[in-house]
């Protein structure tokens, strides 16, 4: 089942979108393989610590983050990757790893890929490992209002 929080969220701001279920995965490029979904469509979420501050750092599955840009975007002095021990307590309710990536919801930053929004529509880990939620990226960007900017680097090698 989709994270309570985000579909009501989505239920109350009439947005629509469709779950997609699918065999238990740990990672982006699985999940997006296992799903039929391209690599570039689906989004994976980072956790970064920017200066202290938990963020999220949301990119297509396909691709690796570029700690660098995000620091140069944010205007920080520190960034690095957050360990899930670190960030598994912010999201009580879903599976570890498994975040959506509305930081808005958790009172957190987002920086978004601009290769997101070259497709109409984006997916995402639903709060599990078994489920993604897949709507309009104009939607997700209306709603997250994320910093726009290229967050990545090579892409990562496919499954």
Do not use: W
């Not at 579909?7 to 279920?21: A, F, V």
């Amino acid at each position: 089942m989709p994270v309570k929080k985000l579909k009501e969220y989505l239920d109350n701001m009439n947005i629509k979108y469709i779950t997609i279920s699918h065999p238990l995965t740990y990672t982006s490029q699985q999940t997006a393989s296992i799903s039929h979904i391209r690599g570039k469509e689906l989004a994976k979420t980072v956790m970064v610590k920017i200066d202290g501050k938990m963020d999220m750092v949301v990119l297509p599955a396909s691709f690796k983050v570029d700690l660098e840009r995000v620091k140069k975007a944010a205007g920080a002095s520190i960034i690095s990757l957050a360990t899930e021990a670190e960030f598994q307590n912010m999201f009580p309710e879903c599976d570890p790893g498994a975040m959506p990536p509305f930081g808005n919801l958790y009172d957190m930053d987002v920086y978004a890929d601009e290769i997101l929004a070259e497709d109409e529509e984006i997916a995402f880990n639903a709060g599990s490992h078994l489920e993604l939620i897949k709507l309009a990226y104009k939607d997700f960007a209306r709603l997250v209002k994320p910093e726009i900017g290229r967050f990545s680097t090579s892409k990562v090698p496919a499954f």
